[in-house]
Structure formats: structure tokens, C-alpha cells
């Protein structure tokens, strides 16, 4: 059965999307999906391990011709992951998780030049996975462009005591703002990361999501390099988006 897939509307490059009746930016529980093999490699190494990294994972995912969702390797060099993400496009995966994402959060010029160039790369039926992104940052990366992010998140936080909130991460050994118990401390986090997700959609739907995106980027240096550099560096990719008036 054909997948329906529609851009509802665009806010800069954010894009509110729907494919079989889900809307994203949302979350996903990639525990319930299955996902093809990869062949991890880390974010700063020699370009010949990246692309051993990048040819095993070709290589595997062509044995997987069932499965939709898989992981873009290629570490720090955005070529190699657009290689990367192109074929397994081209090989049927129309989920893409983009790996090393905690690094890409510490590198803001990668982080924005790589969303971009996979975004202009890949089909617009093709969903970019952002993992374990902290929820301040998750209105930058919806208007950059990506989709989905993994509710995952919050477990993860969760079993390092940190309680997300929609601008910060609180250490609760640190910061005791609540006594929870781990399963507590788990579902207050996903709720966090959906109360982030549902507010990026509204300020989609009501075209501001550049006014949350300004205000949240004030949380973290990281986060407003960022901006910096999307706005210094890529203005037509922006303005290709933008509504006039």
C-alpha cells in the first residue's frame, strides 16, 4: 500500500509533515523498530575509517530489504554522509538516523552544514532522525529540518538522575527540584520532550516557530552559535522557506 505523504506547511525550513495520518516533528520509540545493522564509527576519526564505517553499513543494509529505518555514518565528513544517506535512500530507507548526534551538538558549524546538505540531498518523503537531543534544542533542529526525534531521551536522562525541562537539564543530585522514582523521573521527561514537540508544531501552524527558536537559543552557547552561523551562513537556505509579505 502507498504511503500518503504530505508537507502541510513550511515555517523557514521547518516542515510540518504527515504521513499516514502522524504529523511530525514528533517522537518515536525506536525500541519498537526495527533497525538495519550499521558499522559505528566515531565522529573524529581518519576519513579511512569513516568510510570503512560508511561501506559496512552499505553493505548490511543491502541484506535488510524489509526494514525503513536506517543510520547515517560517515563521522565528521559531510560527504561521506550524504553518500551515505543518498544510497540508503536509494535502497528503500525512508527513515534516516542521523549518528553522532551528541558530538554534532558540540559542533555547531558541522551541525548545521550537515542537516542542510542532507536536507537538500534527500527527498522530502525521506524523515531525518535526530537522536537524544536535548529539548532546548529540539525548536532549532525542527526548523533546520528534521523530524523526528526518539523518546528514548528520557530514559536516558532519566538513568543519569537529570531532569529535562523545555531550557535546561537539571542534576537533581545538584538541583533536588522533585523526589522522583526512576519510572516518575522517566514519564515526566517524556512528557517534557512531547509538551517541546506539541509546542514546535502549534508555532508551526501558527508560523512563529523562528520566535521560539531565538528564545530557546539563549540556553546554551552551543545552541546560539548555532543560530549564528544558520543565519551568517545559509541565509538563501533560509530564504528558500521563508514566507514573504
Known amino acids: ?36 545493522k550499521d558499522t559505528e564509527t566515531a565522529y573524529n576519526v581518519e576519513r579511512e575509517i569513516a568510510e570503512y564505517g560508511v561501506r559496512k553499513t552499505l553493505e548490511q543494509a543491502q541484506k535488510e ?37 551528541d558530538d554534532l551538538l558540540l559542533h555547531p558549524q558541522d551541525l548545521i552544514n550537515l542537516i542542510i546538505k542532507l536536507r537538500e540531498t534527500l527527498k522530502p518523503t525521506t524523515y531525518l532522525i535526530f537522536p537524544f537531543a536535548e529539548a532546548s534544542f529540539i525548536p532549532l533542529l525542527s526548523y533546520l529540518g528534521i523530524d523526528v526525534f526518539n523518546i528514548e531521551t528520557a530514559e536516558y536522562y532519566a538513568a543519569l538522575n537529570v531532569l529535562i525541562s523545555p531550557t535546561k537539564n537539571y542534576d537533581l543530585e545538584t538541583y533536588p527540584i522533585y523526589n522522583f522514582t526512576p519510572q516518575g523521573l522517566i514519564n515526566y521527561n517524556k512528557k517534557t520532550l512531547d509538551l517541546v514537540l506539541r509546542e514546535v508544531r502549534e508555532h508551526m501552524h501558527n508560523n512563529s516557530l523562528r520566535n521560539l527558536v531565538e528564545e530557546r537559543t539563549n540556553t546554551s552557547p552551543q545552541n546560539t552559535a548555532a543560530l549564528r552561523i544558520l543565519d551568517k551562513d545559509h541565509s538563501d537556505y533560509l530564504q528558500k522557506y521563508t514566507q514573504l509579505y
Open 1 to 36: 500500500m502507498t504511503k500518503k505523504f504530505e508537507i502541510k506547511s513550511h515555517d523557514g525550513p521547518g516542515r510540518l509533515t504527515k504521513k499516514n495520518n502522524k504529523l511530525t516533528p514528533n517522537l518515536i520509540d525506536l525500541k519498537k523498530h526495527h533497525i538495519t
Open 65 to 101: 530489504t524489509n526494514v525503513k529505518i536506517a543510520v547515517i555514518q560517515g563521522s565528521k565528513y559531510i560527504d561521506l554522509r550524504c553518500k551515505c544517506a543518498e544510497e540508503l535512500e536509494n535502497l528503500g530507507f525512508d527513515n534516516l538516523i542521523i549518528a553522532n548526534s
